[in-house]
């Protein structure tokens, strides 16, 4: 239980939207999570940073229901993932990945709006807040709309795969390395877009990352994962201070 | 010249031949698409039937419609013997190509799609089998245009069809009567070669 009740800046009767209590994973004899406890307070984003294999995306994962912990739980507003009705669960919950998986057969428009259309949201209401989330992406609905996937550059299938998981107003998001394949320069550019949406929407996100520059922009608190353990739990300024040699071997690629 | 007879004869056995092969590709598809999918959900399942499927493709045809003859039910003289060897030849293309076409859907989609909170039915109807529609189609195709070749060789245990010429013109060394089963069964291929391939156009979704 080593981070038990760790979080920061915790309020005295905040419920946490999201909470990791003695969370393991092994599959196939080999142990990728070990005891993982953690907290997010609403509103607040959590970076969970690490190298690759250290377990980040795994417990990514575990939050929608696409891996279910070997021991301990994953709560969700309280609730762990196992008792949640997994269908509604997920279309609460929105997810961008680094591949995108825009589904290359729906046009822009029947991409983002995908999920509230599972939701049985009149077409009326859909097209009105495609076109909304279009906007606040920075895509031109008029131009995007009919278009198909194939035709957008990488940034904007990105932009659209954003749009996608905030059409049916998640109460988590979900990032696993969402601008990892972009270039330097729009790369940033969609980080501004993320704060600026976090800061205006307030929703709860957990983003992952192996970027220490991304990590330190975006977080309100990261988590360093190493090999499947929980190193470190601490505000951006406090990492920076940070002494353990996974916590310095990254700092030093600053 | 050919006969006038001959030609009323042509129309009726090519009408056969048709609907020989419609029927047995119906079957063939409407078992092996659900039976592609059901192998897609279950990876334990592969290794036998995609094994009974190939074993089935390597017995030569003749001697597969000569077995079926002793064989109650399924068996006998007839149009059921033939159809019933048709659709076990045209399984494997259209098992094979589903479970390619679907196991074949870009992983990152997939999983975007059951993030997303689709149910299983969904993520088959509206991701899975429209991404995978062209590689079905196409070993429907495939099937198709092979089962049309091999219904000649029902008319060997009366089965009708084309072959009911091929088979007379060899008895009697009568090459017109082996042209008249041919070529009728050459442009049944090559018209449903092309039909398939307008509908693969036609409805391309990427």
């Given at each position: 239980m080593a981070f038990r009740g760790k979080s920061l800046d915790r309020g005295l009767n905040a419920q946490p939207a999201l909470e990791f209590r003695g969370v393991s994973y092994r599959i196939n004899g080999s142990i990728i999570l070990e005891n993982l406890s953690f907290c997010i307070d609403p509103g607040r984003t959590l970076v969970l940073l690490g190298r690759s294999g250290s377990g980040k995306t795994t417990a990514l994962k575990m939050v929608n229901g696409l891996l279910f912990p070997s021991s301990g739980q994953v709560l969700v507003e309280s609730r762990a993932t196992s008792d949640w009705d997994l269908i509604q669960l997920r279309r609460s919950i929105g997810y961008v990945i680094q591949e995108v998986g825009l589904f290359p057969h729906f046009t822009i428009g029947e991409n983002v709006g995908l999920v509230p259309r599972l939701n049985g949201w009149t077409p009326h209401r859909i097209t009105a807040r495609v076109a909304e989330l279009l906007h606040q992406v920075g895509l031109d609905p008029v131009r995007f709309l009919n278009r198909y996937p194939r035709e957008l550059?990488?940034?904007?299938?990105?932009?659209?795969g954003v749009a996608r998981a905030l059409a049916a107003e998640p109460k988590l998001l979900l990032f696993d390395e969402p601008f990892g394949a972009l270039d330097p320069v729009t790369r940033v550019e969609l980080q501004d877009q993320f704060l600026e949406l976090r800061d205006r929407l307030q929703i709860t996100s957990i983003f992952v990352t192996h970027d220490v520059r991304e990590a330190l922009r975006l977080c309100s608190?990261?988590?360093l994962l190493h090999r499947g353990k929980l190193e470190i739990l601490a505000k951006p300024a406090d990492f920076m201070d940070c002494q353990g040699p996974e916590a310095r071997a990254f700092l030093s690629t600053l | 010249m050919i006969p006038p007879y001959l030609w009323q004869e042509i129309a009726q056995l090519t009408g056969e031949h048709f609907v020989l092969v419609l029927v047995s590709m119906a079957i063939a598809a409407g078992a092996g698409l659900p039976l592609g999918i059901l192998l897609t959900r279950r990876a334990s399942l592969r290794?036998?039937?995609?094994?009974?499927a190939n074993v089935m493709q390597t017995i030569p045809s003749l001697a597969l419609f000569g077995?079926?003859?002793p064989i109650p039910f399924i068996g006998g003289i007839g149009k059921r013997t033939a159809i019933f060897a048709l659709v076990l030849y045209a399984l494997l293309p259209i098992l094979r190509n589903t479970l390619a076409g679907i196991l074949g859907v870009d992983r990152a989609v997939r999983e975007s799609a059951i993030a997303m909170g689709m149910t299983g039915?969904?993520?088959?109807?509206?991701?899975?089998?429209?991404?995978?529609?062209?590689?079905?189609?196409?070993?429907i195709r495939i099937a198709t245009v092979t089962t049309i070749g091999t219904a000649t060789i029902a008319a060997a245990i009366g089965g009708g069809g084309l072959g009911v010429f091929i088979f007379r013109g060899i008895a009697s060394v009568d090459s017109t009567q082996i042209l008249a089963g041919a070529i009728p069964a050459a442009l049944l291929a090559l018209l449903s070669d092309g039909g398939f391939s307008w509908i693969e156009r036609r409805f391309s979704v990427v």
């Open positions: 550059s990488g940034g904007q299938r990105q932009r659209v608190e990261i988590a | 290794t036998p039937l995609l094994g009974f077995f079926l003859i039915r969904q993520l088959l109807w509206e991701v899975e089998l429209p991404l995978a529609a062209p590689t079905i189609l196409a070993g």
